[in-house]
């Protein structure tokens, strides 16, 4: 098969996004953030979530009563996430743009960050121009909230693996490929999705890059935070054992 006819990220998947992704427990990861916030001492209820996708998280911060703004690269994954949330009563709202690139109106008390968005990012230039951004788009002492996977997940976890999955009437195959020079992983996705007597067929290609810890620990310290790498869903230090750490980081 020609890599030409794989689609660039999160172009046409975006409506089955939520099926695939049915497993990831997300009021989970909501409920973790609400304990990182807690124990910040953080009482703010105004979020900026960066890489929204499909805005699940939105929906799960908006029942909770924050005012959220949602941010993302794709202009379908925005699409899903505006049809999700509409109802809502949110003052704010969604953009479409580039976190390396943001530029909020004002500045907001919490920013959050969350699967595998940025290890979107492909150079270590790249992270620093998103941590950048975040911390001049952050009131002061505001927080940013973020996880990212490990060299560990992407090497040997993913590694050179093709797994097979089902949900629903969506059958996905996930082709990685894993370069151990830059500790990129490419992946090629393929979704089947059986509707009534037609069959449709979606492909695209994903890159994700792994940072060694101390690098985005030296990242985040150039861009002016203090922070914590935990260990993901717990406050265990995180180490490079770990498939995905959690950062905390203030400004
Ligand atoms: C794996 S999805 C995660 C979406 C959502 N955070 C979630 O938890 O389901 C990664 C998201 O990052 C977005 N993304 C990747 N690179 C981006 C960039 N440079 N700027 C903004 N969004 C980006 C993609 O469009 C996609 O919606």
Redesign the pocket.
């Known amino acids: 098969m020609k890599s030409e006819s794989f689609n660039p990220?999160?172009t046409n998947i975006?409506p089955y996004?939520d099926t695939i992704?049915s497993f990831?427990n997300?009021p989970g990861?909501v409920s973790y953030i609400e304990t990182i916030l807690l124990t910040n001492n953080v009482e703010a209820k105004q979020i900026l979530?960066?890489?929204?996708?499909?805005?699940?998280?939105l929906k799960l911060w908006l029942e909770k009563g924050y005012q959220v703004i949602g941010?993302?690269?794709?202009f379908t994954?925005l699409e899903i996430c505006k049809k999700k949330i509409s109802h809502y009563n949110n003052n704010l709202g969604l953009i479409n743009?580039?976190?390396?690139n943001v530029s909020l109106k004002s500045p907001v008390p919490i920013i959050?960050?969350?699967?595998?968005?940025l290890n979107?990012?492909l150079s270590e230039g790249?992270l620093l121009s998103?941590f950048h951004n975040v911390y001049n788009n952050l009131t002061p002492q505001g927080i940013f909230i973020f996880d990212m996977n490990t060299i560990h997940s992407l090497c040997d976890e993913w590694g050179n693996n093709t797994f097979h999955r089902k949900d629903k009437n969506i059958f996905s195959t996930w082709q990685n490929i894993y370069d151990r020079k830059t500790n990129i992983s490419t992946l090629k996705l393929t979704l089947k999705i059986k509707e009534n007597t037609k069959a449709v067929m979606l492909r695209e290609c994903?890159k994700e890059r792994a940072y060694p810890l101390t690098v985005i620990r030296n990242l985040l310290d150039n861009a002016g935070f203090s922070f914590s790498l935990y260990r993901h869903l717990t406050f265990r230090p995180a180490d490079e054992n770990d498939l995905r750490i959690m950062g905390v980081a203030r400004k």
């Open positions: 990220p999160f975006a996004y992704m990831v997300y990861w979530d960066m890489a929204c996708g499909t805005g699940t998280c941010l993302d690269r794709s994954m743009c580039d976190m390396r959050t960050c969350l699967y595998d968005s979107y990012l790249d998103c994903h």
